[in-house]
């Protein structure tokens, strides 16, 4: 359907650009992939705010395809389909460099309320990268990569990501048994949500992983 | 007959003017203009006073109150303001101050304000409807001075027992402060059957102006004023009245009839059911005669509010949502958290507001559009696969 001038006005006055209206619209690149190399999801139910993005990778490392699913508001969808086409045919090298300012450049600005929603295509993207080169043997399951991918998770009382809040007590890495141990109560709701987050962004990993809580 | 858009569903939040009304308004801006006034005035000035006279003995009349316990005021949020900030400061001693957990923000955000310099906010938590929970309303009442408990929740409808409220503060002397804004003409009140001390009425929800507002005081009721000047409206409300408003609100009130209230409850349970149509839907709040006879909310599972709200924009059809995205604190709804909701639930949650004109075609409308951006969105939420 047509905007009507009305409704351009509702955009502008949001703080949407014409292209975030074009891609919340008529995302790129949406779907599940079936024969993906790898999946991500980043985000938080809680927050409101979850993406899953999937990537096809070609023997030159390349990002032969992307794919993503959202749950999520207008600019949620706008900058994780404009990251999409960003990197599709770019090599991890290149896509990983790939920061949220250019995202929210290409779409030609966003309101400052909503960076958040660049910054989280961002960590997808990224996580599924480093997903994709530990499966492959290439990265080390350590520290680091568990951190990147619980940078993914989203407290959502402030809608930051817990390692940031602090919430990451200690990781401790044996073979392929991950425990995470987060500073704060088990038996609340947002633990709860915390904890199947933190496991859907292992997904697809072969790996066993104990969330515990000491708060 | 394609419907005309925009098909407006937003009257939680503000409703259209009744073209009557402003045609009442319009003789007071261009007619009797002058300042309304005390006893020896000029003629138009005793013409104005007369309007605003006779328009503070219509709103008393329709809750039952003698017109001097009316006072007029810039709206809901001022009458709140004074009527919590007012009885606190007035009570010369430092207690409790009560309230629930699904309060409207200018109600919590007084109750706040008043922690900061001594007194002590305590908010009751409500049941899965939105129902105070009386029982823990009993345990935290002795010392305290005021309570506020709203009479309709604008979110999810629900109407709460204000004669049982009522009877539990005055057994304890405890003063009672509702805002009525949501069922004010929609819900019958009489100030003389319930407990209540202190209620707050609004002119924008029933077809008046905004802008305008109204506070029921109970003879003897001591409040202090939050504004100093000329001592109008009983010296608790300094600044010139605003009688085209005033005039507006009173002519409003006149005209809501109790056919619309049947026909907008029809509407209304037509409504509800047509969107639980759609799979994964929830209702949140009360049905039948606990609920006020224009809301309904919904929460539709695996999609996001504010991606609702603007492809429904988009289509004319005009909603609201409680989705953390759309709020400006980024925070979800906490009525739909008070009552044991999830937070997708929140999210996702949807709320519509009928008025006098809303017709069943609209509702058809509201209806198809929201199953298909539902099911569109549903299409491309890795959280709806999940469950």
Redesign the interface.
Known sequence: ?E?GED?KK?WKR?GYTEKVIDH??H?RN???MKDADVSS?VGS????????IFLKIDESDRIQNISF??????S??ATTSVMTEMVKGKTLEEAKKLTFKEIIEELGGLPA?KYHCAVLSVAGLRTAIAKYEVKKGRRPLDQDFVMTLLRGVLD?MT?RDIVSMGKVKSVNIRDETIDVVLNMPEEN?ISK?IKVEILDAFEGLDVSLNVKFRG | MPVKVPVYLDNMRATKVDPLVIEEMVKYMQEIYAAPGGEFGHSMEEEATEALEKARQKIAWKIGAKPEEIIFTSGRVESNNLAIKGVALASGKKGKVLSSKIEESSVLRSLERLGKIGFDPKLVPVDSEGFVRQDKLEEILSGAILGSIQFINPEIGTIQDLKAIGDIFEEKGVIFHSDASWGFCKVKIDVRKINVDLLTLSSGLIHGPKGVGALYIKEGTKLQPLLDGSPREFGLRPGMEDVPSIVGFAKAVELITEEDIARMRKLRDKLMDLLLEIPDTKLNGPRGDRRVCNNVNVSFFGVEGETILLKASMRGLLVNTASACYSRELLPSHVILAIGGSFEQSHGSVTLGLSKWTTEQEIFYAKDVLEEIVKEMRSISPLYRRS
């Open positions: 359907m905007m409704v509702l949001i919340f619209m995302p949406v779907g599940e999801t139910v809680a927050c409101g705010d979850m993406i899953k699913l959202s749950y999520g508001c207008a949620n969808i309320i959502p809608g709701e949500v």
